[in-house]
């Protein structure tokens, strides 16, 4: 099914388009970034010419250049009578397209398997063969993992029973299976800007109305901002990462924490927190969970950043008529947990605090060797140094992100342009960098960047011209 990007929608994403170029070439420019790095996707339908460029404030003649340079590229498909839609000439189609096969792929952030894990699954092969009794089907997870998933938040110094926890496939999902049973058609949701972009996918995917409340490097969340918005537009939902905060690995205070649970609390608004990259501390030491102030949140848990992005096991800890809800909505999009790797978590889970050791010292490594790195080969980027999560969040002041993405894909580095990570075309100056890679890596990644920084600057469309896909 094609979607529809309305003027208005396509207005937002655009961001700060304009740039030396004639207005025509630098829209026709912005659409195909837009495009390639997935945040228009493939098969997509532009609003029509005059729906732009009321949206745009633009000429009409503007607009159908712009869509005539496009067509000429080979990025636009128009029918008469049917629109236009945007295409990826030759090339499979969404986000991965910007990235696949290239020799350093910094466009996750997901550390290697823990070494551990060979030893995990043995012990799960082990134990299967008890389970072949059982139907498979596993809607909620095994006693034994929803039992050890408790115990960590007791650990943390959250009383939890197994009661509250719902086993799922991994914290996408999770986050997916909250979303389409609370949220309601119309609702809106509220997000940290930056936020994860998948979460962002979700809920455009539910057509969601977003608002977005500032994490700033130098003055932590927008409390104030917050409170606005939760008052002003009753988000019914917002999506919160306390602890190594995905893109920019801060940590909430807990006065923060205090101060937005008791907010959401006030105001009827569901705190779903994402603690995927909770574990990855490299210096900072505990804190307490949110849901530690306010017994309505939802918090979504995975082993897949401290254990490995492909055992695909995560959870749902919330109040147990919230996980009554979700699992009458479950059948409709899975049947189930695969019991496989639930075991391969229980054993994992036994030895959390090995787990969390080990990826931080890892972490610990990769970081203090980027931050090296980037203070020697781009000493005019301002980096702040975080003291957990799997990336930096760099203020390039200067630097078009998504041209930087372009140019440096060209010469075999994948990057996630800043923009991707927030809302209306923001951040196009920030650049997401993770550590999590070896020191050879991260040395190659360095150099890439810092030759074609020069060549990029910060206007979208002085990037090398054979930077296209
Ligand atoms: C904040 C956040 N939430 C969720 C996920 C997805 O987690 P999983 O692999 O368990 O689905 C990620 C992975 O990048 C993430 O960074």
């Known amino acids: 099914m094609n979607t529809f990007v309305t003027g208005r929608r396509l207005a937002r994403e ?39 460029s009321n949206a ?26 049917s629109g236009s839609t945007l295409t990826l000439p030759g090339r499979e189609r969404g986000e991965h397209t910007l990235h696949q096969g290239l020799p350093l792929d910094f466009t996750k952030a997901t550390a290697p398997a823990y070494p551990g894990l060979g030893a995990a699954f043995t012990a799960a092969a082990q134990e299967i063969p008890r389970y072949l009794t059982h139907d498979g089907f596993d809607m909620v997870g095994l006693p034994d993992l929803r039992e050890a998933i408790a115990q960590s938040y007791r650990d943390r110094g959250l009383p939890t029973s197994a009661e509250q926890i719902m086993v799922t496939i991994g ?3 999770a986050l ?3 979303t389409r049973t609370l949220y309601s058609p119309g609702e809106r949701i509220m997000v940290e800007q930056p936020t994860y972009p998948h979460a962002l996918d979700t809920f455009s995917s539910v057509g ?14 927008d409390l104030a901002e917050a ?39 006030r105001e009827g608004t569901v705190l779903v927190v994402d603690e995927t990259t909770a574990l990855l501390d490299i210096d900072r030491g505990p804190m307490p969970p949110l849901a530690c102030f306010n017994p309505n949140v939802i918090t979504l848990g995975s082993l897949g950043k401290i254990a490995w992005g492909g055992l695909r096991v995560g959870w749902i800890r919330g109040p147990r008529e919230v996980l009554a809800q979700l699992l009458r909505n479950r059948p409709s999009s899975d049947l189930g947990t695969p019991l496989f790797e639930q075991l391969v978590a229980t054993s994992l889970l036994k030895d959390l605090p090995l787990l969390s050791d080990n990826r931080s010292r890892d972490l610990q490594r990769g970081r203090d060797t980027l931050v090296r790195l980037l203070a020697e080969h781009l000493p005019q980027w ?8 799997l990336s930096l969040w760099i203020n390039t002041e200067t630097t078009s992100s998504s041209a930087l993405a372009l140019a440096a894909r060209n010469e075999g580095l994948g990057l996630v342009p800043g923009p991707r990570f927030g809302l209306d075309g923001a951040f196009e100056r920030f650049l997401r960098l993770p550590f999590c890679y070896a020191d050879e890596q991260l040395h190659d990644g360095v150099r890439i960047l810092a030759r074609v920084s020069s060549q990029v600057g910060s206007d979208p469309l002085r990037m090398p011209l054979q930077a296209v896909i």
């Open 14 to 52: 655009l961001g700060e388009w304009r740039s030396s170029a004639p207005a025509y070439r630098a829209l026709a420019e912005r659409i195909r970034v837009l495009l390639i790095d997935g945040r228009l996707a493939s098969g997509a339908k532009l609003p029509a010419e005059r729906e732009l």
């Open 56 to 81: 745009l404030e633009l000429s009409r003649t503007t607009v159908a250049a712009a869509y005539s340079k496009l067509r000429d590229d080979g990025y636009l498909a128009s029918v008469r009578g």
């Open 171 to 173: 914290a996408q999902h």
């Open 176 to 178: 997916n299976l909250v």
């Open 208 to 221: 969601a109305r977003l608002l977005a409340f500032p994490v700033r490097q130098d003055g932590g969340w």
């Open 227 to 265: 409170l606005l918005q939760i008052r002003r537009a009753a988000p019914s939902m917002a999506f919160l990462m306390p602890d190594f905060h995905n893109p920019t690995g801060m940590s909430m205070t807990v006065p923060e924490r205090e101060y937005l649970a008791a907010a959401a609390q």
């Open 382 to 389: 301002d980096v702040k140094v975080p003291d957990g999560g």
